[in-house]
């Protein structure tokens, strides 16, 4: 049986592009594109790059994209939005949990949740980052967002997402956050690209700083930067605080 996760995104990628949470994408490109220092010899590898957005804002800047995700139809769409840009971007299907890349890349990115924190055990989630590390070379960086678990200490995930939710967009309903798990199920209500209604049974893991610090370590990175994930605006100035819902994270290998 496939997961909640694969189930959501056979048949949303227009809908997807819709979604209030991926309207930030230029002002992000050029986040990624300072921490290149402008270099476009820097081949990047875009894990969990659904529609491409990222994948190709940086392309038609002129940089090396390769851009992976389990999804074949968000992988289509991917590849059309780039034609109609006349990009080319490398789109391949791959599970992030076991990339076969070795230290082909200057830059990893792993933008709005791209697999990481949505996998169903924690193991899984650390073979996502031990994919992103065996695919960085050495001195290479990688930027990633997710969830920020001191959020949930503070706020009520529930009404966070309905202030977030867009017209057409995905609701939540039925939040549950498990102080034990750092993981929150909830009902996700939506209509898919057809106008068909969908309802999955989501769970998506929340991390604290020293969490994401300790994995990385355990990867080899040793220069590790936390901030807050501000929609369309990255920034080291950000420092985080339980206000975030999403962490910024930058790693050099």
């Known amino acids: 049986m496939s997961q909640w996760y694969e189930q959501l995104f056979a048949n949303y990628s227009r809908k997807y592009d819709q979604e209030s949470f991926t309207q930030g994408t230029a002002g992000e490109c050029d986040f990624i594109e300072k921490e290149t220092g402008y270099d476009k010899s820097v081949r990047i590898l875009d894990i969990g790059c659904g529609t491409g957005r990222h994948s190709i804002e940086l392309a038609a800047r002129g940089y090396r994209v390769t851009g992976v995700d389990l999804s074949d139809s ?4 991917a590849r059309e939005k780039a034609a109609e840009r006349n990009v080319r971007v490398d789109f391949l299907r791959k599970d992030a949990r076991s990339l076969s890349f070795d230290r082909e890349f200057g830059l990893v990115m792993m933008l709005c949740e791209g697999g990481f924190s949505l996998m169903e055990t924690d193991e899984m989630n650390y073979a996502i980052l031990r994919s992103a590390a065996s695919a960085l070379k050495e001195g290479g960086k990688f930027i990633f967002t997710t969830l920020n678990g001191l959020f949930p200490l503070f706020h009520s995930v529930r009404d966070f997402l309905a202030q977030a939710a867009t ?4 609701t939540y309903e ?11 199920r909830s009902k996700t209500i939506l209509t898919d690209d057809d106008g068909n209604p969908m309802s ?14 300790w994995m990385l370590k355990s990867l080899g990175f040793s220069e590790i930067g936390i901030y807050g994930a501000k929609l369309g605006a990255f920034s080291r100035e950000d420092k985080l605080t339980t206000e975030d819902f999403e962490m910024l994270v930058i790693a050099v290998k």
């Open 74 to 77: 968000m992988l289509a769409r």
């Open 167 to 170: 017209k057409d967009g995905a």
């Open 174 to 184: 039925k939040n549950t956050f498990d102080l034990m798990t750092f993981r929150d």
């Open 200 to 213: 999955l049974d989501s769970n998506e893991r929340y991390y604290v700083p020293p969490e994401i610090t």
